[in-house]
C-alpha cells in the first residue's frame, strides 16, 4: 500500500463525506449491535503506541461486504455507546488500492470531533461503538457502509474503505448530574428510558424574562463564556408546543460555540457544569428577536430542555 505523511484531504471535505451520507435510522441502537473482528480487519497491520502515528499495512486490494472491527490498543475508558459524541485521529485509506486518503497526525492537533449517531456513516458508527476511550481499533467499512462513490477523495462505489482510530475522548451519551428541585411555573421536562426529553409547557401568562431550572446539576467542569461546548437540546415553541429544534431524534449531539447560540440559551448554559440538565425560558429578545427563522414565527418565546455533556 501507499504511505503518506501528511493531510491529505483537508478536515471540511472528509468530515462532509463521513457525515453527509447517512440517512436517519441507520445507526445502531445499543453497544451490543457493534462490528465485530473479521478476516478483512485480522489483515490490517498496526503497529505504534496510542497518542503517536500509526505504522499501517494491509495487502490490496482488500474487500469486505461487512463492516468489521479489530481492536488494536485496548482502552481503559468506558465503552462508546451510540448517539455518544467521540474526539478521534483518524486515517483513512482506500481499501482496493491501499492509497491514503487521509493521515491524522496523532498528537490531539487533528483530532475531530463524530457524533455516533444517525448522520454520520453507519460504518463508522458499527466501527465505533462498543470501543473504548482511549483505545485503537482498525475497522474495515463495507462499501454499502461507506462513502460510496467520490471523485475528489478518489474512491469507487464498489471500495471497501480501512479506518484506523484513535478514540480520544468520549463525551457524555447524555446529561447524568444529580436530581434538583426545580421552582414551579417552569415548562416540565418528561424523560423516556433513552434520555430522550418531552416538554410540557404550563398555562398561565407568557413570560417576560430568562427563565434558568436546573434538573440536574452535573460534577463536571463549569462551562465558559467562550466555550465550545456539546450539547443535546429540544425546542419548543412557548405558544403552540410545537417542537421546532431537536437533536435527539437522529440521535447526534451538537458541538458549537456559545456564541452560536440564541443570547438567552448562551447566558444560560454559561456557567454550568458538564453534567448538567437544564430547562430553558427564552423571550424574544434573547431569542430570534420579531423576524422568523426558519419554523419559529417572530416574537416567539422559546423553551429548551438541555443536557450539557461535555467542553470541546
Known sequence: MRKASALIVTAGLLMTALTACASPGTGQASCDTGA????????????????????????????????????????????????????????????????????????????????????????IVDGLVCAREGGRVAVVIAPEDGIGANDQLGIAATDSLVLVVDIVKAFLPQADGVDQAVANGLPAVVLDANGTPGIVVPSGDLPKDLEVGVLKKGAGDKVQDDSTVIIHYTGVLWEGDTVFESTWPTRSPRLTPLTDLPAGLATAISGQTVGSQLVVVVPPALGYGPDMQGEVPGGSTLVYAVDILGIN
Open 36 to 123: 465485530t473482528s473479521g478476516p478483512a480487519s485480522d489483515l490490517v497491520s498496526v503497529t505504534g503506541d496510542f497518542g503517536s502515528a500509526p505504522d499501517v499495512h494491509f495487502p490490496t486490494p482488500l474487500k469486505s461486504s461487512t463492516t468489521q472491527r479489530t481492536e488494536v490498543i485496548a482502552g481503559s475508558g468506558q465503552k462508546v455507546v451510540a448517539g455518544q459524541m467521540v474526539s478521534v485521529e483518524l486515517n483513512l485509506y482506500n481499501g482496493t488500492t491501499g492509497a491514503a486518503l487521509q493521515v491524522s497526525a496523532f498528537d490531539g492537533s487533528t483530532a475531530m470531533p463524530l457524533a455516533l449517531g444517525d448522520t454520520t456513516l453507519p460504518g
